[in-house]
């Protein structure tokens, strides 16, 4: 069945790049069914979505953060990525990686890593 | 601050049932379909309902979604302790294009 697992340093210092791996198995990110994703959750806050990235390369992110974030894939490793740029203590939070489907007016997140928690401290 | 609305809090006996509601507006809710999220405590979240009321496949039909204008609502019925959890909403927004949540609400069963 579909896993994803995230992979990545646990700890960033401020003004540096935070950069996590999402390596997907029992599926591959070159369907053209679904999208695949980053969402993060801040200690004890809500969940906030961060981005997608569709297998021909087209990306949409949050506006709110979107100066600052990259996420690419990559095929051969049927993995994809998500940079952050000039973190500060606000971007510590829980990063979840995500299958999702964006269709017609749905969308939605069907599987999740465990997520990984990701400390901005220096 | 979330683009949805989600009250805090909800509450309910074993057995008994609750709704969970998420406000929105025509930009995000209003034109398009709305999914909720179980967040069990120190788990990853889960899709519990998906394009306003469909379930995937393992989860119990004690769990309903229903839309109505620019509202959403997630019905549980049979309230078990097991479904002590977070529960978020989420949707498209068109304006923005992106996905949006609402800021979740803890269900305890009493």
């Known amino acids: 069945q579909l896993q994803l697992q995230e992979s990545g340093p646990g700890l960033v210092k401020p003004s540096e790049t935070l950069s996590l791996t999402c390596t997907v198995s029992g599926g591959s990110i070159s369907s053209s069914d679904y999208y695949w994703g980053w969402i993060r959750q801040p200690p004890g806050k809500g969940l906030e979505w961060i981005g997608s990235i569709y297998y021909s390369g087209s990306t949409y992110y949050n506006p709110s953060l979107k100066s600052r974030v990259t996420i690419s894939g990559d095929t051969s490793k049927n993995q994809f990525s998500l940079k952050l740029s000039s973190v500060t203590a606000a971007d510590t939070a829980v990063y979840y990686c995500?299958?999702?489907?964006?269709?017609?007016?749905?969308?939605?997140?069907?599987?999740w890593g465990q997520g990984t928690l990701v400390t901005v401290s220096s | 601050q979330s683009v949805l609305t989600q009250p805090p809090s909800v509450s309910a006996a074993p057995g008994q049932k609750v709704t969970i509601s998420c406000s929105g507006s025509s930009s995000n809710i209003g034109n398009n379909y709305v999914s909720w999220y179980q967040q069990l405590p120190r788990t990853a979240p889960k899709l519990l309902i998906y394009e306003n009321n469909k379930r995937p496949s393992g989860i119990p039909d004690r769990f309903s979604g229903s839309k109505s204008g620019t509202s959403a609502t997630l019905g549980i019925t049979g309230l078990q302790t097991g479904d002590e959890a977070d529960y978020y909403c989420g949707t498209w927004d068109s304006s923005l294009s992106a996905g949006v949540f609402g800021g979740g609400t803890k269900l305890t069963v009493l």
């Open positions: 995500a299958r999702q489907f964006y269709y017609d007016g749905s969308a939605y997140s069907d599987c």
